[in-house]
Protein backbone atom coordinates (compact mmCIF):
# COMPACT_ATOMS: atom_id res chain seq x y z
CA UNK A 1 0.00 0.00 0.00
CA UNK A 2 2.64 2.21 1.04
CA UNK A 3 3.83 1.77 -2.40
CA UNK A 4 1.27 2.89 -4.38
CA UNK A 5 1.31 5.99 -1.91
CA UNK A 6 5.08 7.05 -3.06
CA UNK A 7 3.94 6.15 -6.77
CA UNK A 8 1.01 8.86 -6.60
CA UNK A 9 3.00 11.10 -4.30
CA UNK A 10 5.89 11.26 -7.51
CA UNK A 11 3.66 11.74 -10.19
CA UNK A 12 1.81 14.53 -8.27
CA UNK A 13 4.79 16.03 -7.86
CA UNK A 14 5.79 15.66 -11.55
CA UNK A 15 2.61 17.34 -11.90
CA UNK A 16 3.40 19.87 -10.12
CA UNK A 17 6.24 21.24 -11.96
CA UNK A 18 4.71 20.73 -15.60
CA UNK A 19 1.58 22.64 -14.69
CA UNK A 20 2.39 25.29 -12.10
CA UNK A 21 0.42 26.72 -8.31
CA UNK A 22 -2.51 25.01 -8.19
CA UNK A 23 -0.70 21.25 -8.76
CA UNK A 24 1.87 22.46 -6.25
CA UNK A 25 -0.45 22.97 -3.42
CA UNK A 26 -2.23 19.66 -4.74
CA UNK A 27 1.37 17.46 -4.11
CA UNK A 28 1.69 19.30 -0.53
CA UNK A 29 -1.59 18.52 0.45
CA UNK A 30 -1.29 14.88 -0.29
CA UNK A 31 2.11 14.71 1.28
CA UNK A 32 0.40 15.96 4.50
CA UNK A 33 -2.28 12.89 4.06
CA UNK A 34 0.67 10.10 3.46
CA UNK A 35 2.21 11.55 6.42
CA UNK A 36 -1.47 11.41 8.18
CA UNK A 37 -1.75 8.13 6.85
CA UNK A 38 1.27 6.67 7.53
CA UNK A 39 0.92 7.80 10.99
CA UNK A 40 -2.09 6.00 11.62
CA UNK A 41 -4.15 9.56 12.13
CA UNK A 42 -6.97 8.35 9.67
CA UNK A 43 -9.21 11.76 10.07
CA UNK A 44 -6.72 13.97 8.89
CA UNK A 45 -5.43 11.39 5.99
CA UNK A 46 -9.22 11.48 4.93
CA UNK A 47 -9.71 15.27 4.90
CA UNK A 48 -6.38 15.83 2.58
CA UNK A 49 -7.73 13.20 0.63
CA UNK A 50 -10.83 13.84 0.02
CA UNK A 51 -9.92 17.46 -0.54
CA UNK A 52 -7.55 16.04 -3.73
CA UNK A 53 -10.57 14.42 -4.77
CA UNK A 54 -12.79 17.99 -4.73
CA UNK A 55 -10.18 19.81 -6.28
CA UNK A 56 -10.48 17.42 -9.28
CA UNK A 57 -7.86 14.58 -9.18
CA UNK A 58 -9.59 11.42 -10.68
CA UNK A 59 -7.37 8.60 -9.41
CA UNK A 60 -7.87 4.73 -8.64
CA UNK A 61 -5.05 5.12 -6.49
CA UNK A 62 -5.96 8.24 -4.32
CA UNK A 63 -9.66 6.39 -4.26
CA UNK A 64 -8.15 3.17 -3.28
CA UNK A 65 -6.76 4.84 -0.08
CA UNK A 66 -9.20 7.27 0.67
CA UNK A 67 -11.45 3.66 1.04
CA UNK A 68 -8.44 2.09 3.15
CA UNK A 69 -8.31 5.08 5.19
CA UNK A 70 -12.02 5.32 5.78
CA UNK A 71 -11.92 1.47 6.50
CA UNK A 72 -9.72 1.85 9.20
CA UNK A 73 -11.38 5.05 10.58
CA UNK A 74 -14.54 2.29 11.14
CA UNK A 75 -16.39 4.35 8.46
CA UNK A 76 -17.74 1.08 6.60
CA UNK A 77 -19.74 3.16 4.50
CA UNK A 78 -17.57 5.37 2.84
CA UNK A 79 -14.84 3.28 2.72
CA UNK A 80 -17.11 0.75 -0.06
CA UNK A 81 -18.15 4.24 -1.55
CA UNK A 82 -14.83 5.04 -2.35
CA UNK A 83 -13.63 1.57 -3.48
CA UNK A 84 -16.44 1.69 -5.55
CA UNK A 85 -15.25 5.04 -6.91
CA UNK A 86 -11.68 2.78 -7.28
CA UNK A 87 -13.24 0.12 -8.82
CA UNK A 88 -14.11 2.48 -12.10
CA UNK A 89 -10.25 2.59 -13.42
CA UNK A 90 -8.55 -0.14 -11.42
CA UNK A 91 -11.13 -3.35 -11.39
CA UNK A 92 -7.89 -5.70 -12.18
CA UNK A 93 -6.05 -4.43 -8.59
CA UNK A 94 -5.97 -7.41 -6.73
CA UNK A 95 -5.36 -5.39 -3.59
CA UNK A 96 -8.30 -3.07 -4.29
CA UNK A 97 -10.76 -6.09 -5.03
CA UNK A 98 -9.04 -8.41 -1.56
CA UNK A 99 -10.00 -5.23 0.51
CA UNK A 100 -13.27 -4.66 -1.55
CA UNK A 101 -14.50 -8.46 -0.55
CA UNK A 102 -13.04 -8.04 3.25
CA UNK A 103 -15.07 -5.24 3.51
CA UNK A 104 -18.29 -6.52 2.04
CA UNK A 105 -17.89 -9.23 4.33
CA UNK A 106 -18.75 -6.72 7.17
CA UNK A 107 -21.88 -5.34 5.99
CA UNK A 108 -25.36 -6.32 7.34
CA UNK A 109 -27.58 -6.17 4.68
CA UNK A 110 -27.74 -9.18 2.09
CA UNK A 111 -25.94 -7.78 -1.28
CA UNK A 112 -28.11 -7.89 -4.71
CA UNK A 113 -26.00 -9.06 -8.03
CA UNK A 114 -25.62 -6.83 -10.59
CA UNK A 115 -24.51 -8.88 -13.59
CA UNK A 116 -25.36 -13.02 -13.50
CA UNK A 117 -22.18 -15.33 -13.33
CA UNK A 118 -23.05 -16.16 -17.43
CA UNK A 119 -22.69 -12.53 -18.19
CA UNK A 120 -19.74 -11.78 -16.32
CA UNK A 121 -18.58 -14.81 -18.43
CA UNK A 122 -19.32 -14.11 -21.60
CA UNK A 123 -18.50 -10.15 -21.43
CA UNK A 124 -14.89 -10.88 -19.32
CA UNK A 125 -13.58 -7.66 -21.30
CA UNK A 126 -16.25 -5.34 -19.45
CA UNK A 127 -15.72 -6.76 -16.01
CA UNK A 128 -12.06 -7.00 -16.12
CA UNK A 129 -11.34 -3.73 -17.48
CA UNK A 130 -11.39 -0.16 -16.84
CA UNK A 131 -14.53 1.52 -18.36
CA UNK A 132 -10.83 4.13 -19.50
CA UNK A 133 -8.91 1.52 -20.33
CA UNK A 134 -11.55 0.18 -22.85
CA UNK A 135 -11.87 3.21 -24.32
CA UNK A 136 -8.01 3.79 -24.56
CA UNK A 137 -8.15 0.55 -26.36
CA UNK A 138 -10.97 1.11 -28.72
CA UNK A 139 -9.53 4.25 -29.86
CA UNK A 140 -6.28 2.06 -30.92
CA UNK A 141 -7.83 -0.98 -32.21
CA UNK A 142 -9.92 1.97 -34.38
CA UNK A 143 -6.58 4.16 -35.26
CA UNK A 144 -5.12 0.40 -36.11
CA UNK A 145 -7.98 -0.36 -38.16
CA UNK A 146 -8.20 2.49 -40.33
CA UNK A 147 -4.51 2.54 -40.59
CA UNK A 148 -4.46 -1.00 -42.01
CA UNK A 149 -7.57 0.04 -44.78
CA UNK A 150 -5.33 3.15 -45.44
CA UNK A 151 -2.48 0.41 -46.33
CA UNK A 152 -4.95 -2.03 -48.04
CA UNK A 153 -6.24 0.75 -50.79
CA UNK A 154 -3.07 2.18 -51.19
CA UNK A 155 -0.63 -1.07 -51.48
CA UNK A 156 -3.59 -3.81 -52.06
CA UNK A 157 -2.02 -5.93 -49.61
CA UNK A 158 -4.57 -8.82 -49.82
CA UNK A 159 -2.21 -10.88 -47.11
CA UNK A 160 -3.17 -8.30 -44.70
CA UNK A 161 -7.00 -8.85 -45.76
CA UNK A 162 -7.40 -11.56 -42.71
CA UNK A 163 -5.86 -9.78 -40.34
CA UNK A 164 -7.86 -6.99 -40.50
CA UNK A 165 -11.25 -8.99 -40.27
CA UNK A 166 -9.80 -9.74 -36.69
CA UNK A 167 -8.83 -6.39 -36.03
CA UNK A 168 -12.36 -5.22 -37.52
CA UNK A 169 -13.75 -7.31 -34.94
CA UNK A 170 -12.21 -6.60 -31.41
CA UNK A 171 -12.35 -2.69 -32.96
CA UNK A 172 -16.55 -3.60 -32.91
CA UNK A 173 -16.28 -5.24 -29.89
CA UNK A 174 -14.33 -2.79 -27.81
CA UNK A 175 -16.16 0.40 -29.30
CA UNK A 176 -19.78 -1.07 -28.38
CA UNK A 177 -18.25 -1.66 -25.01
CA UNK A 178 -17.04 1.57 -24.76
CA UNK A 179 -20.40 3.01 -25.92
CA UNK A 180 -22.27 0.71 -23.38
CA UNK A 181 -20.32 1.93 -20.73
CA UNK A 182 -21.02 5.36 -21.54
CA UNK A 183 -24.73 5.09 -21.62
CA UNK A 184 -24.66 3.23 -18.42
CA UNK A 185 -22.71 5.58 -16.38
CA UNK A 186 -25.04 8.35 -17.50
CA UNK A 187 -28.39 6.39 -17.36
CA UNK A 188 -27.79 4.39 -14.12
CA UNK A 189 -26.63 5.80 -10.86
CA UNK A 190 -25.94 3.54 -7.48
CA UNK A 191 -25.09 4.83 -4.51
CA UNK A 192 -23.61 3.29 -1.31
CA UNK A 193 -25.76 3.84 1.70
CA UNK A 194 -23.39 5.29 4.46
CA UNK A 195 -24.23 5.62 7.69
CA UNK A 196 -24.60 2.48 10.00
CA UNK A 197 -28.44 2.52 9.91
CA UNK A 198 -31.16 4.37 7.65
CA UNK A 199 -34.69 4.34 7.72
CA UNK A 200 -36.44 4.38 4.20
CA UNK A 201 -39.56 5.79 3.72
CA UNK A 202 -42.29 6.23 1.37
CA UNK A 203 -41.84 10.10 1.02
CA UNK A 204 -39.51 12.83 1.49
CA UNK A 205 -39.82 13.70 4.54
CA UNK A 206 -39.12 12.31 8.61
CA UNK A 207 -42.41 12.09 9.18
CA UNK A 208 -43.08 9.87 6.43
CA UNK A 209 -43.49 6.03 6.37
CA UNK A 210 -40.77 3.73 7.11
CA UNK A 211 -40.74 0.97 4.89
CA UNK A 212 -37.45 -0.87 5.27
CA UNK A 213 -33.90 -0.43 6.81
CA UNK A 214 -30.66 -0.48 5.12
CA UNK A 215 -27.44 -0.71 6.74
CA UNK A 216 -23.85 1.42 6.30
CA UNK A 217 -22.26 -0.42 2.58
CA UNK A 218 -25.12 -1.47 1.18
CA UNK A 219 -25.52 -0.70 -2.63
CA UNK A 220 -28.58 0.54 -4.47
CA UNK A 221 -29.56 1.49 -7.51
CA UNK A 222 -30.90 5.60 -8.21
CA UNK A 223 -34.13 5.99 -9.39
CA UNK A 224 -34.45 9.80 -9.23
CA UNK A 225 -33.40 12.25 -7.19
CA UNK A 226 -35.26 15.38 -5.60
CA UNK A 227 -33.18 18.12 -3.90
CA UNK A 228 -33.18 16.86 -0.52
CA UNK A 229 -33.52 13.75 -1.65
CA UNK A 230 -32.89 10.16 -3.29
CA UNK A 231 -35.45 7.70 -4.58
CA UNK A 232 -33.42 4.23 -4.24
CA UNK A 233 -34.24 0.64 -4.91
CA UNK A 234 -32.94 -2.03 -3.09
CA UNK A 235 -34.68 -4.94 -4.63
CA UNK A 236 -37.28 -5.45 -7.20
CA UNK A 237 -40.20 -4.71 -4.95
CA UNK A 238 -38.12 -2.83 -2.43
CA UNK A 239 -38.16 1.08 -3.48
CA UNK A 240 -38.28 4.30 -1.55
CA UNK A 241 -36.37 7.80 -0.10
CA UNK A 242 -33.59 8.45 1.46
CA UNK A 243 -31.67 11.36 2.61
CA UNK A 244 -28.87 12.67 0.46
CA UNK A 245 -26.50 12.94 2.99
CA UNK A 246 -27.48 9.26 4.07
CA UNK A 247 -26.42 8.05 0.53
CA UNK A 248 -22.95 8.51 -1.58
CA UNK A 249 -23.44 8.12 -5.30
CA UNK A 250 -20.51 6.29 -6.87
Keep these: MKSWITIIAGLLLIFSILTGAQATEDARIFMDGTAAYNSGN ?4 IQAFEQLAAN ?12 NAYLKNDDL ?3 LLWYERALKHIPEDPDLNFNYDYALTLTKDEPVKQASPILRILFFWKY ?3 ADTIRWIALALNAVLWGSLAVLAIR ?10 LVGAATLIFSATAAFNY ?15 VAVRSGFSETATQLFVLHAGTKVKVE ?6 LLIRYTKDKIGWVRKADAGII
Design 183 to 197: IEAARIKRAIILPAE
Design 42 to 45: WPAA
Design 77 to 79: GHA
Design 156 to 165: KKHLLRPSII
Design 128 to 130: QLG
Design 224 to 229: RQSEDY
Design 56 to 67: GIDNGRLFYNLG
